[in-house]
């Protein structure tokens, strides 16, 4: 169906975490926003990071020291803002000689584009001292450590003991990404009812002054805005070819990771991450990622982020290296329960090592011209943990450009569920028994909820009661009651929302046959699907998850 064009301040095309950040601060400033995304919300390269909002302790080696001073305080911010979504995560840093090392990361600092090999213990000793020095704006862990060898095989007996000792200290982990992505754009909405999100938005075309988006269900969605945001990631340049404007923004880097079952690993790891040197001089990492080990990741020069996946040399390349670092444990392909692939959205770069391009942001502008009435700002690079300031520069620059002003800072906005977060045990005893006299839900069970949906999970708890509680097969802190929940209000269009954004459930390979199917039944209740669209979803996210993630239902 036609539909009149909607006139909005600001058209953002790409729902990935940067599109998102700047949805919510615009917002928040009483603008008129429109959002679209041409998959899922979150679905690019913001559902393939490490999982780390973390200060990128190795971007000091290439002198990246405002990207690591903003990055720091970005991750502090989130850790109170998101409480219900970041954490600390300990690291420890194996440390395989005392000095070499020192001459490479020079000549890196200088501009030289060759990777740098072999931190020894003085370099990591400067770097994590510099690290606390910009971490310090609004600390919230401690300071980092050294370890002699003694103790760092004590604390991870499989470590290998080539090393001669080890640093530690603290970085952050976003337990659902993909879950904070939609959580911004929720709250955009909730600020300013008149924008609206759309996933699964096709752009049809742009006439200069009206872009055109198809919607699923044959619905159709025009827009005129004053201004367009391409916020695509990957896919910038073809956003902007799309939209009659070519350019050349985006040099991407593709990056892989596997989680492993490996329960004697993650009694090693004992809740910390790390974070170690590959044979190749590359920084690799494992942790414990909602009770899987996962392993990340690679830097491999590619460009089409629609068919990127983890492949075989990849998997080799994580065993090898995890071989290498703890040869007391053993490592296989039978323990690969998931795997995931992202492009990184890097600006297009000439540095011989893909890890040595530059994790920065900009924001490059094209004027309005004769063929355009609106300007196209790109969002191109940055990481998943400086959104929030990312999004600030940019709605500083929309708003002096519209002629407002801003209303709201972001910087101490909670997050979705972060809002009224139980920030000590005490306030956390009082909102369980409050909440769980309010549902008659057990107290464990609100203890869950909480943990996976902050303070959502009231709503989460009162759809629950009187329901039925039964749980998800195989997977049991998962019930029926909730996977309806989340068709109902959480803008899911495809049985993939559910189990690969709305839930952990596919990364972590805790995903059957039998839950599959019970959780499209559902689904299908709850959004009206006949027989055979069930069948086409079921069809469609088993062959999505075989083949791009190695999930196997049995
Ligand atoms: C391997 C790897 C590890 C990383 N690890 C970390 C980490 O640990 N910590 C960290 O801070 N950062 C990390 N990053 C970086 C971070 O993930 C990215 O910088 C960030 O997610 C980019 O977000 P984005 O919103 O710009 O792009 P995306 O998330 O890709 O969003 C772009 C969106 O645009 C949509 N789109 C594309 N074309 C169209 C169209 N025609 N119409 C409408 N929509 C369209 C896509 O569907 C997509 O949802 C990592 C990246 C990679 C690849």
Known sequence: MTQTPSNVDVLIIGAGINGAGLFRDLCEQGLTVAIVDKADFGSGTSAAPSRLIHGGIKYLETGEFGLVAQSTLERNLLLRNAPHAVRPLPTVIPIFSWLTGIGAALRTL????????????????????????????????????LWSKARALTEIPPLTPRIVAAGTYYDATVRHPE???????????????????????????????????????????????????????????????ALGASTKLIGGTKGSHILLDHPDLLRALNGRMIYFEANDGRICLVFDYLGRALVGSTDIRAADPETVRCEDDEIDYFLASLRDLLPGLSFGREQIVYAYSGIRPLPASDA?????????????????????????????????????????EVADGLLARLGRSRRVSTQGLAIGGGRDFPADTAARENWLSAVTAETGASSARAEILLGRYGTTARAVLAHEAGRQAEPLADAPDYTLAEIDWLARNERVVHLADIVMRRTALAITGRLSRRALEQIADIVAAALGWDAGRREKELEATSKELAQRHRLRLD
């Open 110 to 145: 200088f501009g030289s584009t060759t990777a740098p090999r072999g931190r020894g213990a003085l370099l990591i000793k400067i770097g994590l001292a510099l690290y606390d020095f910009y971490g310090a704006r609004r600390r919230v862990m401690p300071r980092h450590a």
């Open 352 to 392: 011989t090592a893909p890890g040595l391009i530059s994790r920065d942001h900009s924001a490059p502008v094209m004027e309005a011209d004769d063929s355009r009435t609106w300007p196209i700002v790109s969002l191109v690079g940055g990481k998943w943990t400086t959104f929030r300031g990312f999004a600030e």
């Open 179 to 241: 879950r904070l992505v939609l959580e911004l754009l929720q709250d955009g909405i909730r600020a300013n009812p008149d924008s609206g999100a759309f996933n699964y938005a096709q752009l049809r075309e742009s006439d200069g002054t009206v872009v055109r988006f198809a919607l699923p269900a044959s619905a159709e969605r025009s827009f005129r805005p004053r201004v367009v945001v391409n916020a695509a990631g990957p896919w910038i340049d073809h956003v902007n070819a």
